[in-house]
């Protein structure tokens, strides 16, 4: 009886049987009172169309006994039961039946069968139910293939510096290498580089969790650019590449760790240095809009292609695949800083028109609310 399918035949059967019902005890009673006599000043007649002469209803039941009308009445249900069963059953089994292939795919799925989707059809809601499911298992389904990029990405980052160590030190046991300091620097070297990937590591995920450690408060935003373009502008001379920082509007006041968004424009900037020839600009303009502040970081360098530009803050993502560890880092620098910027209320996007066309990555964050302005009564 918990069966849904049951439960909506029974409540179906019900319903035809109780709207059959109504007409039938009318007519029995309009017969017993027909039988009994009619009140004073009440017509009991009624016009035969065929024979055009009046006939009284008691004339009309005549010939039919109480106990030939209850067996009447008996089998005439009996009849509308089954059809109501037969009709209740075959349309609930078919209402069912979806969300019975719906929980048929969301066990396959408890199984690790991630793969599974269920057809969109029934009614809305059925539909709606289906769109859902499928729309989680598909989130599902990429989440857990990032998941396992992920880990091949780190057991491929760790083998290699593991790989150097173990090599050196071998040929240091072997004696094909002497145990001298330049050695042990290039052993260093590879040590710092898996500690630093620890690091990052470390802290991607607990900026992907919300759980890494900030201290919101109101940083004056333009003075802050303007001191970090300071400490970049020597970096930048060596490459004869021009620094610029514009300012659109007023200064804005924005909430924000000051110390995590300093390593999230420092990112910003090396990474834009790294891809800017000699001669060429890098521009840091900042502007306010209504609760929000904009923090452009622009390059006149190599750009990216459309297909790159999706997978640029993905984990290890180096577009250009040639790229060292050396030269590129750990792969892990845009990834950390969109996670810093969503954990600060903000957003973290990336424009470009294509290769050789230079790039383009917008920072927004909240501005503080004591900075915006009221609105003008009327």
């Known amino acids: 009886m918990n069966r849904l399918w049951v439960r909506i035949s029974l409540t179906f059967v019900g319903i035809v049987i109780f709207l059959i019902m109504i007409p039938l005890m009318i007519t029995i009673s309009m017969r017993n009172f027909d039988v009994a006599g009619s009140p004073e000043g009440i017509p009991v007649i009624e016009e035969d169309a065929a024979n055009s002469h009046l006939v009284r209803p008691q004339e009309r039941f005549a010939g039919i006994s109480g106990k030939e009308l209850v067996a009447e009445l008996v089998r005439f249900i009996v009849v509308i039961t089954l059809i109501g069963t037969t009709v209740g059953i075959l349309s609930t089994r078919g209402l069912i039946a979806p969300l019975n292939k719906l929980a048929d795919a969301a066990t396959a799925i408890g199984d690790k069968d991630l793969s599974q989707r269920v057809e969109v059809r029934g009614s809305d809601e059925i539909k709606t139910v289906a769109l859902a499911f499928n729309e989680m298992a598909s989130q599902l389904e990429q989440g857990e293939t990032l998941r396992n990029n992920l880990l091949n990405d780190i057991a491929h980052e760790l083998r290699t510096p593991l790989s150097v160590i173990q090599g050196n030190l071998r040929a240091i046991l072997d004696d094909v290498y002497e145990l001298d300091k330049a050695e042990i620097a290039r052993l260093y070297d590879q040590t710092r580089h898996l500690s630093h990937l620890i690091d990052d590591l470390r802290e991607l995920a ?86 929000r502040c904009y923090a452009r970081i622009s390059d006149t360098g190599e750009g990216i ?74």
């Open 206 to 291: 607990q900026a992907e969790a919300r759980q890494l450690p900030l201290h919101i408060a109101d940083v004056e935003i333009v003075p802050w650019v303007q001191d970090l373009a300071a400490i970049f502008q020597p970096i930048v001379e060596q490459k004869n590449i021009d620094l610029r920082v514009e300012i659109l509007g007023q200064d804005p006041i924005i909430r924000a760790d000051r110390e995590r968004l300093t390593q999230v424009l420092h990112n910003l900037l090396n990474n834009a240095i790294q891809h800017t020839p000699t001669g060429g600009t890098i521009t840091i303009q900042v502007e306010q809009r209504p609760e």
């Open 305 to 378: 292609a459309p297909d790159h530009l999706p997978h640029v803050f993905d984990r290890f993502y180096r577009a250009d695949p040639a790229r060292s560890r050396e030269t590129g880092g750990t792969g892990l620098g845009l990834a950390i800083s969109r996670a810093i910027v969503e954990s600060q209320n903000g957003e973290l996007n990336v424009q470009s028109a294509g290769i050789g066309k230079g790039s383009e990555f917008i920072l927004q964050l909240p501005i503080s609310k004591a900075t915006i302005p009221a609105p003008v009564a009327a």
